[in-house]
Every structure is written in structure tokens, then in C-alpha cells.
């Protein structure tokens, strides 16, 4: 955990909420505040601290405040005892969370195997990949042994690995081959997935029959044609066309697939489909259930039945989920500052934009965009 706090990051991470306080209890001195505090630093890096030192100078003065305890004290909690064992317990009680196991660590292993080092090879990355593995299934990240342990098995180091085209055997009578395959990755944030794609199966199967989805067929046709006969700019054309080949496999998926649960019939239905656009081009708005309804040309409660029935979630909660997907990329992707982002998502007051988003995202604002900030620099 990083040493440096701004204010309103300290504010929004470290201030101990409704449920936190009824853990906290009638705890006393060094007890009540060592508890206090790796509560808070649990709720924000997924594990305990493992020294005190560890632990921000700033967040101890600002919880110690909060919980009426000399900062001082806190020397006075002990590391090493069953006390501190029993907070533990509690607090992964009430985060759903366990240690990480030898199995789990097998599990990892197995994990990076098949799906992370065959596109990732730079340690530190493989090592956040790992951390952000645990998080996403309520396992707290092993120790930097365990997590490096894996890495080092099933990857080999960066100097060791060099990417390998393959290709099927060749014919031998000098004539282009029958069938080419087209592979691709496209990495995706657990945390932020939209329900679009977690609506998709494992394999999709779009039959070539002919007169179907003619423009998927033309997005084909056109990569071909720039990979058989490249020209200038042709990397940046087969970048557009990618693209736009996922959409046109999406779109042309969803059209086969417009009935029963999901986004395939949220998508298919015009009204619905009207109040989607609506909420992603205007985040900004201050969108109400009545609102959104008549956009949609229903009532109040019919639209929210519907709304409900075919996009999964009501539809004040998939716009505040849409709106912190915005703020997320503009997190990432600019230097506006944060009253910036918040207005654009629809947000008066930074304090409730950045309780919001740390709902969703699980860190603040501003500590969400340095560490992504780090990673793309790394």
C-alpha cells in the first residue's frame, strides 16, 4: 500500500461505515483501533497488513480520530496473538473471504497455464493477474512468495520466451490453403464486464448460410483482401476492421438469439433498446424511473417491470452501474479532474461520486487512476 494519501482519498477509503462500526463494537484503546484500522486497509487491498508500519501514517491519525484512540497506541497492538486472530476471523466473516490454500495455489497455477502466459509474459504483470484472480473469487492473494511461485512454473522469463506463429501444413501443390484461421484476444475487466458479454457462451457458432448477416460477410471479405495484399497503413486498417468484425459477430448473435432471458431480448425490443442508448449517450442527465419511462413511451411501473425482466437489474442500478464504467475510462484514459468526471457521469457532489464509485470499483477515484496509471506505464 502506498504511503501517500490526498485528502479526499483518505476520506472516501478509510471512514468507517454504518456496518463497519457495529464490528468495531465496545472494543477499547489499542484493540479498538488496531482493529479499526486493518478493517479499513482489508476493505481496500484484499489482504491483512502484515506489520504495522505498513499501514499509512495518515490513515492511523485519521481513524484514530474517528474511533477516539491515540494514534500512539497503536503500538500496543499485538501482531502476534490470538486477539488479532480473532479480528481476522471477523473480518473475513463479513467480507466472505478465506486464506489461500495450497489447492488454491494449484488452482492459480493451472489458471496462468492455460489462460494468462500465453498472451502475458512481463513478471509484474503476471503477478497483478494473479492478485486480481483472488479478488474475483473471494480468496485473499497469497504472500509475494506464493504469488511468484506460480509465475515462475508455469512461465518462462521474459528473455526465454519468444512469440511463435504457427501455421497448418502446407500444400504441396503451390495452392493457397482452404480454410485460414483468424485468432485473436481481447483482455476484459472482470470487474466491470458488461452483462453483454457475460450473456455469451463459451463457443459461438455463426453458420455461413447463405444471404445471412451480410455485413459480418463483407468485414470478413475485407480483412482477407488487406492480409492477402497489404498495403500502406494496412496494420492500422486490420485494427479498424477487427473492431469492427467483433461488433458485426456480436450484433449478428444476439440477433439470432433475441429470445427468452437476457440482453439478446433486451436488445431486440425497441423500447428497452431506446432507454440503453439513452442512458450510455447521456450519463450526464438527471435520469429518474418516470423519466427513463417515458423515453421508452411506458408508464412508470411497466417500464420498470420490463426494464427489470429483460436487462437483469432495475433500471436506476444499471445506470449507476453504466455511469461508473464512464468515470472508469475517464479514470484511465485523461487527466480531467475528478469534479470533471463526476459531472459528466451525472454526479453535483464529488464526495458522493467517489463513495459511488468505490461501491462499484472498490477503490477511489484517485487511487484507481494512479494504479492504472502504473500499470500502463510499466
Keep these: 500500500m502506498r504511503a501517500d494519501w490526498e485528502e479526499d482519498e483518505l476520506i472516501s477509503a478509510w471512514t468507517l461505515v454504518e ?52 494514534p500512539e497506541l497503536l503500538a500496543k497492538y499485538s501482531w502476534r496473538s490470538r486477539t488479532i486472530e480473532r479480528h481476522r476471523a471477523r473480518i473475513r466473516k463479513r467480507f466472505g473471504t478465506r486464506p489461500a490454500s495450497e489447492d488454491d495455489e494449484e488452482r492459480l497455477a493451472q489458471w496462468l497455464a492455460d489462460k494468462v502466459c500465453p498472451i502475458e509474459t512481463k513478471r509484474d504483470r503476471l503477478a497483478e493477474a494473479v492478485r ?30 519468444q512469440p511463435r506463429r504457427t501455421t497448418g501444413p502446407g500444400r504441396t501443390d503451390g495452392t493457397p490453403p482452404s480454410t485460414v484461421l ?13 452483462p453483454v458479454v457475460n450473456d455469451l457462451p463459451e463457443i459461438i457458432h455463426l453458420p455461413a448460410h447463405l444471404g445471412q448477416h451480410p455485413p459480418l460477410r463483407t468485414a470478413i471479405g475485407q480483412i482477407s483482401e488487406e492480409i492477402r495484399h497489404p498495403s500502406i497503413g494496412s496494420d492500422g486498417v486490420l485494427s479498424a476492421l477487427l473492431e469492427t468484425l467483433l461488433l458485426y459477430i456480436l450484433r449478428a448473435w444476439y440477433q439470432d438469439h433475441g429470445t427468452g432471458p437476457g440482453w439478446g431480448p433486451a436488445l431486440n425490443d425497441p423500447a428497452i433498446s431506446t432507454v440503453l442508448c439513452r442512458i450510455h449517450h447521456n450519463p450526464e442527465r438527471q435520469w429518474t424511473v418516470e423519466g427513463l419511462g417515458a423515453e421508452a413511451g411506458l408508464s412508470r411501473a411497466a417500464f420498470a417491470r420490463r426494464f427489470t425482466a429483460l436487462v437483469g437489474q432495475p433500471p436506476l442500478t444499471y445506470l449507476t452501474w ?37 461501491r462499484t470499483h472498490g477503490a477511489a477515484p484517485g487511487a484507481y487512476r494512479r494504479r492504472n496509471r502504473s500499470l500502463q506505464l510499466r
Aim: charged letters at 25%; glycine letters at 10%.
Design 182 to 194: 483468424l485468432s485473436g484476444t481481447y483482455p476484459i475487466d472482470q470487474r466491470q464486464c458488461h
Design 132 to 161: 486480481e484472480r483472488c479478488r474475483s473469487t473471494n480468496i485473499e492473494p497469497p504472500s509475494r512468495g506464493q504469488v511468484e511461485r506460480p509465475v515462475e512454473v508455469e512461465c518462462p522469463p521474459d528473455d526465454e520466451f
Design 19 to 70: 456496518g463497519d462500526w457495529d464490528l468495531v463494537g465496545e472494543k477499547v484503546g489499542a484493540g479498538r483501533l488496531g482493529f479499526a484500522l486493518i478493517l479499513k486497509f482489508y476493505e481496500i487491498e484484499g489482504r491483512f497488513p502484515g506489520y504495522p508500519e505498513e499501514i499509512p501514517a495518515a490513515a492511523v491519525q485519521y481513524v484514530a480520530s474517528l474511533v477516539e484512540v491515540e
Design 322 to 358: 453504466s455511469r461508473m464504467g464512464v468515470a472508469a475510462q475517464m479514470l484511465r484514459n485523461s487527466d480531467a479532474p475528478l469534479g470533471t468526471v463526476a459531472q459528466r457521469v451525472g454526479y453535483t457532489s464529488e464526495f458522493a461520486f467517489s463513495n459511488a464509485f468505490k
